[in-house]
């Protein structure tokens, strides 16, 4: 089916939801189980249009009748805080849902590389060094060294609250560059996603093979489960983002880019929110000393679980 059709076939639901929209707003009543079936019709409507490519002014005609229907048919409150709740609650999960082909390849990519590269260096140990500098194998072997004089020895309240702005600013300087990178067709997010993901899987396979995998492990496996899916929705809001220039459609190119640039959005919000909780465990939990290993373990894995029900199961009853 052509825009055309789909426009001429669609027009009088869209109207007719236009205007109990309208009625809804000036007598400030709930809408009927009839105003449910147009919104639930004008949502799928969306997703078609979505999915075709057609043109950028349907597309947000659509995206702005739904909005305004959820917001009525589910109340969500207008206020700034309920807002971001109901964003936290079901917008982002939402969001990773509608663009899970981007995701998927973004984790296959981190992930599959890091451990490609962290098994191959447990028969070929010296692969380390062609990704890290030896200076820098030196500080991480100093750095997860169980015997190493600073091992088990607190750090002040101070140093935690340093070194959480050094992680929020480290970790914030990462994912926009694997996102902003995506505007080149998505080669920079791509470039960026196997590069770190090759690192960590030199990192940990290197100090696997040494000895320190139980120190490096319990530090990293709890504000790892925010961290890593922060950078991994980072590449994909960047892939979002380049996507339309390989494949525009309909759309003119810029029409296409500022399409997708807005579909990319919701993950970038969501990696700078995930970004930020990591940055609180990595300065606060994963550092302290007085927490045994097998409860980080316990935390971490907790974490995890948690992080994979959030992004595949809220929101999938609500909303366009």
Known sequence: MNQELFTERGEKRWRAFEDRLKAIEIDK????????????????????????????????????????????????????????????????????????????????????????????????????????????????????????????????????????????????????????????????????????????????????????????SSFVIGHGALELQAIVLSAAAGLRLGWPILAPGHHRRLDALRLGAKRAVPLVYGAFGLFVGAAVLEAFWSSSVLVPHNVKYGVGAILWLLVGFYFVSPGRNHGP
């Open 29 to 216: 009543k709930p809408g009927s189980r009839d105003f449910s079936l147009l919104y639930r019709s004008v949502c799928h409507d969306l997703a078609l249009a979505r999915q075709r490519l057609f043109d950028a002014h349907l597309i947000d005609r659509l995206n702005g009748l739904a909005l305004r229907g959820h917001q009525h048919l589910y109340k969500t409150p207008t206020g700034g805080f309920s807002r971001v709740t109901d964003f936290c609650v079901r917008g982002l999960p939402i969001a990773i849902r509608a663009e899970v082909r981007f995701v998927l390849v973004a984790a296959l990519l981190f992930y599959g590389s890091g451990m490609a590269l962290a098994l191959s260096i447990q028969w070929f140990p010296e692969l380390v060094y062609s990704v890290l500098d030896p200076s820098m194998v030196a500080s991480l072997e100093a750095m997860y060294d169980p015997e190493s004089a600073h091992h088990l020895r607190p750090r002040g309240y101070d140093s935690d609250a340093a070194m959480f702005g050094f992680y929020i600013r480290n970790n914030v300087t990462i994912g926009f560059r694997t996102f902003a990178s995506g505007v080149f067709a998505g080669i920079g997010s791509l470039f960026f996603i196997l590069y770190n993901g090759v690192v960590l899987g030199a990192v940990a396979g290197h100090l696997h093979h040494i000895g320190f995998g139980r120190t490096f």
